[in-house]
C-alpha cells in the first residue's frame, strides 16, 4: 500500500453542452506506485484529458477521491495547494501555449526554482544549466527565446521546467503527439531515461498505443470515459481484452508509427 503515489478512486465528470449530457468520465479508478509509468491510452473524446485536468485542479470532480502522496489531493486549497503542486508537474502537447513565447528558456526555467523555493539567486543559474544538461540541452540554450526553439527543444524545455520542483509524478498529455517521429523517439527515450534515473512515477497519456507502449510498465485503455482494460504493457498489447484495446492494436498503423515502434521496441523492459 505504501508504494501508492497516487491513487484515483470512482472518478465521475459530466459536461452540459448544448442541451445534452456528457458523461466524460465514468467511475473511474486507477493507481500510479512510485516510479511507475502508467499509459492511458485511448481514442478522442474518451475521457483522458478530463481526466488530467482533474488531476491538475483545473476542472472539480463531480464525484469520486483522489488521493496523492498520502493526502486527499481534491481537499487541497489554496497555499496549500499551491506548494504541494511541486511534486505534481505536468507536460502538455504545445508547450508555447505553456509557457511566455518571448521569455527566455532561463527565465522559463528560473521561475518554478524561484516560485517554489528550490534554489536561493545564487544557485539558481547552477541549477538551470544543470536541468538543461539533464533533457539534452546545454548552458547555450538558456539565453535564447523559447520562440526560437525546435518543437522537440521545447518540449525538452517543458520537461525541464516540469521536473525543475523535484516531482514524484509527471502527467503528459499527448506531449509528443505533435513532434515528427524522430524527434517522439528521442524525447520518449529521454522521458524512459529520467524515469529510470530519478525514479520520477509518470502518468502517460495518449491517443497512441505504439508510443504508450514504449514508454509504459502498465497501460490502462479508456472508452466512453471508462477504465475498460488494465495490464501489464505486454499483455495488453500481446493479448487485448477489450473491444476498444483490441481497436486501438488493429489499428492501421502510420508508416511513422511503424518506424517509432521499430526504433523503440518497448523502452521500459523491467516493470517495477
Ligand atoms: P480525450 O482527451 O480522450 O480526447 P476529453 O477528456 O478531452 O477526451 O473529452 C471527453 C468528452 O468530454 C468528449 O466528449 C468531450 O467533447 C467532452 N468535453 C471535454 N471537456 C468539455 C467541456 N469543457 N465542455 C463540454 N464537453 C467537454
Ligand atoms: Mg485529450
Redesign the pocket.
Known amino acids: 500500500m505504501n508504494d501508492r503515489l497516487l491513487s484515483i478512486e470512482n472518478l465521475s465528470k459530466g459536461?452540459?453542452?448544448a442541451g445534452r449530457r456528457?458523461t466524460?468520465?465514468d467511475n473511474v479508478s486507477l493507481t500510479i506506485a512510485a516510479g511507475e509509468t502508467l499509459g492511458l491510452v485511448?481514442?478522442?473524446?474518451?475521457?483522458?484529458?478530463?481526466?488530467?485536468?482533474i488531476l491538475l485542479r483545473l476542472?472539480a470532480a463531480d464525484a469520486g477521491s483522489i488521493r496523492f502522496e498520502g493526502e486527499d489531493w481534491l481537499a487541497l486549497n489554496g497555499a496549500p495547494l499551491r506548494h504541494r503542486r511541486a511534486r505534481m508537474q505536468m507536460v502538455f502537447q504545445d508547450p508555447l501555449a505553456a509557457f511566455n513565447p518571448l521569455a527566455s528558456v532561463g527565465a522559463v526555467l528560473d521561475d518554478p526554482l524561484r516560485i517554489h523555493g528550490i534554489a536561493g539567486k545564487d544557485r539558481r543559474p547552477g541549477e538551470i544549466i544543470m536541468l538543461l544538461e539533464r533533457v539534452g540541452l546545454t548552458a547555450d540554450h538558456a539565453a535564447r527565446p523559447v520562440r526560437a526553439l525546435s518543437g522537440g527543444q521545447r518540449q525538452r524545455v517543458a520537461i525541464a521546467r516540469a521536473i525543475a520542483t523535484r516531482p514524484s509524478l509527471l502527467v503528459l498529455?499527448?506531449a509528443v503527439s505533435a513532434l515528427d517521429v524522430t524527434v517522439r523517439g528521442r524525447i520518449l527515450e529521454l522521458l524512459v531515461d529520467l524515469q529510470k534515473e530519478q525514479g520520477i512515477a509518470c502518468l502517460f497519456?495518449s491517443?497512441d498505443l505504439a508510443v504508450v507502449r514504449a514508454v509504459s510498465h502498465r497501460i490502462a485503455v479508456?472508452d466512453g470515459?471508462r477504465i475498460v482494460e488494465t495490464g501489464p504493457a505486454a499483455a495488453v498489447v500481446a493479448a487485448p481484452q477489450s473491444a476498444a484495446a483490441r481497436a486501438l492494436v488493429a489499428a492501421p498503423q502510420s508508416a511513422a508509427a511503424r518506424a517509432l515502434v521499430a526504433a523503440v521496441p518497448r523502452l521500459v523492459t523491467d516493470p517495477c
Open positions: 459536461f452540459s453542452s456528457i466524460a468520465l485511448g481514442a478522442s473524446g474518451s475521457g483522458k484529458s478530463t481526466l488530467s485536468r476542472v498529455d499527448e497519456i491517443h479508456m470515459g
